[in-house]
Every structure is written in structure tokens, then in C-alpha cells.
């Protein structure tokens, strides 16, 4: 079956501008995350939707970052104003369990 | 002192060796243990999982778990070279639903 896709793969960006990244869950997942993984660094969590309650935000670095999940289903995450730090790859996750969460592929991003 | 320490390696073997690849953490809150695999490129997939003290085997993964000295490891037996990839130990406090990852171990199997 589908697993997680992410969109676009690569993004190649200013410093400056701003940036979306999409996330599609596997269907019926209810819960997704966002996670950063830079260089030398591992995974850094970002922020977690379960079903219709409110997010998780604790791990976002700043308010340049937001992350909305339209129905339940599809998230964006959204950079605005992205800065070079910002350069990582950014993965998304779903899961039905917290323990057991499916990745999808990730986005590259690098800001010049 | 961070949540979780995990040497990064790299770590190269030859083909059919034993891997050992190992976490320590800080937080006794932590109840659920992970290992995830990265390979090069793709996202972590889940390998192991346990929530108590002790061994758990699945084929040629061993996975084990100390709580009482907050360390925990991964058993690689006949490593093969598609074994290749980075190895993430990963934790959760009964309270979070966040995962805690650590930062990798990069195994390199050579044939």
C-alpha cells in the first residue's frame, strides 16, 4: 500500500524567502509528525497532530515556523522568512501508534 | 547532559561479524525503546521494539535493555553488507507522545 509521500523532494531556496513543504499521512493514520534531521545532528522533533486535538508545538525552534493539518489528513509545514540554519532534511511521519511511526522520504531543503 | 548519547561512529565490519550498537540515557521516565534503520537517503524505519528489561530476538536482532544503568543495545549477528546504514535508538516516556531519537550510529558491512 502507499506509504508516506513528502513534496517536493529537494527545494533549493533564498535566504528570505519563505517555504511549504507537504506531508501525506498513510491513510486512517490519525496521528503525524515533523521532524528536522540535520548534519551531525539526528532527528529533532517539531511538532505533533493528534486526531482533532491541538498540536504539539513544543519542539518548533522559532516562530518563523508553523505547521497546519487540513482534515485530518494532508499537513504542510510551512517556513517563513527561512534563514541558512534552516537548511536540513525535514521528515514526516505517521502513525496509528506513537511507538510504531511510518516516514516518508523526506524534503531536502538548502537556503543559499 | 542530553536525553540520549549515542556514539555516531562510523563503524566498519567485515561481513559476518557481530555488531553491538549502544545508547545510554539520562531519564528513567523513559519506558518504550526503539532501534530505527536509516538508510542513505531514505526515511527511519522501525526494527525493534521493547518496553521492558531484558532481551528481545527477532531473527538476527537482538535487542536489549538495562533500565537500571540506562543503557540499551542492538545485536547484529552474520552482519551483511545490507545491513549498511545508520542505526537510531529511540525513546519514549509513557507521558510524551513524541519520540526521542539519538543521533545514529553509521554501520558500514563490507563484504
Known amino acids: 500500500g502507499a506509504g508516506v509521500s513528502q513534496s517536493p523532494s529537494n527545494k533549493v531556496t533564498e535566504k528570505g524567502k519563505d517555504v511549504e513543504l507537504r506531508c501525506d499521512p498513510i491513510s486512517g493514520h490519525t496521528a503525524l509528525y515533523w521532524y528536522r534531521q540535520s548534519l551531525g545532528q539526528g532527528l529533532e522533533f517539531l511538532i505533533y497532530?493528534?486526531?482533532?486535538?491541538?498540536?504539539?508545538k513544543s519542539g518548533l525552534p522559532s516562530d518563523r515556523f508553523s505547521a497546519e493539518r487540513t482534515g485530518g489528513s494532508v499537513s504542510t509545514l510551512t517556513i517563513q522568512r527561512t534563514q541558512q540554519e534552516d537548511s536540513a532534511v525535514y521528515l514526516c511521519?505517521?502513525?496509528?501508534?506513537?511507538?510504531?511511526?511510518?516516514f516518508g522520504p523526506g524534503t531536502r531543503l538548502t537556503v543559499l | 547532559q542530553k536525553e540520549v548519547e549515542q556514539d555516531p561512529g562510523p563503524l566498519s565490519v567485515p561481513e559476518g561479524a557481530i555488531v553491538s550498537l549502544n545508547c545510554t540515557y539520562s531519564n528513567s521516565a523513559f519506558q518504550y525503546f526503539m532501534w530505527y534503520r536509516q538508510y542513505s537517503r531514505k526515511g527511519p524505519e522501525l526494527l525493534m521494539y521493547?518496553?521492558?528489561?531484558g532481551n528481545k530476538e527477532d531473527g538476527r536482532f537482538t535487542a536489549q535493555v538495562d533500565k537500571s544503568s540506562k543503557y540499551i543495545s542492538l545485536f547484529i549477528r552474520d552482519s551483511q553488507p545490507s545491513d549498511s546504514a545508520t542505526y537510531l535508538c529511540?525513546?519514549?516516556?509513557?507521558?510524551?507522545?513524541?519520540?526521542?531519537f539519538g543521533k545514529g550510529t553509521k554501520l558500514s558491512v563490507k563484504p
Open positions: 521493547t518496553y521492558s528489561s
Open positions: 529511540v525513546l519514549r516516556s509513557r507521558s510524551q507522545g513524541n519520540l526521542i
Open positions: 511521519a505517521s502513525s496509528l501508534q506513537a511507538d510504531t511511526q511510518y
Open positions: 497532530f493528534q486526531g482533532n486535538s491541538a498540536p504539539d
